[in-house]
């Protein structure tokens, strides 16, 4: 899963988990987190929540419940 990333990794996104709502995995759809998109784990708040990922030219901040929906995995 996508939250489970430390800062400075890079991965690929695979899809959403079966057990996302719907709402959920179409809102992160929609920002750019699709199937083949590569991300990266820019920096996580002091308390690890929420976290920054670079998506495609921009920047997205996301909680851990959120990023736990995404299923992704790691360029070595």
């Known amino acids: 899963m996508l939250a ?3 800062p400075g990794r890079r991965a ?3 899809g959403m ?4 709502p719907p709402a959920v995995a179409r809102r992160l759809e929609d920002l750019g987190l699709t199937s083949g ?4 784990v820019v920096r996580r ?6 976290v ?3 998506v ?6 996301l909680r851990r419940a959120q990023a736990a929906c995404v299923l992704a995995l790691e360029i070595a």
């Open 12 to 14: 690929t996104v695979l």
């Open 37 to 40: 998109t590569t991300v990266e």
């Open 45 to 50: 708040a002091p308390l690890r929540d929420p």
């Open 17 to 20: 988990t079966a057990d996302a």
């Open 56 to 61: 495609k030219d921009y920047e997205l901040c």
């Open 52 to 54: 920054v990922y670079r």
């Open 4 to 6: 489970d990333f430390a």
